[in-house]
């Protein structure tokens, strides 16, 4: 098992910023850690991801405004993010991959951007 706890999360004006983390208990056998949000009457997407090694992905939504890092040995990832829109708007869960291949999920965090 594997819990994760993010923090960060909170209201901004459109063109903010906001930084989120997520521990870890553990990243030992974990591969991926990343950011997925899920918006009111949608469904939960992919907004970055990182692996053990740093090769990141993100969604086309996000590319150029937010970053991604993740620190091994604090057993973090974090979630910067730029140039907040409304439409950034959701609950924003972190999530980890095991090289085994199971996951997990945070409890989700929170995330307003006001127009």
């Known amino acids: 098992q594997v819990q994760l706890v993010e923090s960060g999360g909170g209201l901004v004006q459109a063109g903010g910023s906001l930084r989120l983390s997520c521990a870890a208990s553990?990243?030992?056998?974990?591969?991926?850690m990343g950011w997925y949000r899920q918006a009111p009457g949608k469904q939960r997407e992919l907004v970055a991801v990182?692996?053990?090694?740093?090769?990141?992905n993100y969604a086309d939504s996000v590319k150029g405004r937010f970053t991604a890092s993740r620190d091994n040995a604090k057993n973090a990832v974090y979630l910067q993010m730029n140039s907040l829109k409304p439409e950034d708007t959701a609950v924003y869960y972190c999530?980890?991959?095991?090289?085994?291949?199971?996951?997990?999920w945070g409890q989700g965090t929170q995330v307003t951007v006001a127009s």
């Open positions: 999530s980890v991959r095991a090289y085994a291949g199971e996951g997990y």
């Open positions: 553990r990243t030992f056998g974990i591969n991926t």
């Open positions: 990182i692996t053990r090694g740093g090769s990141t």
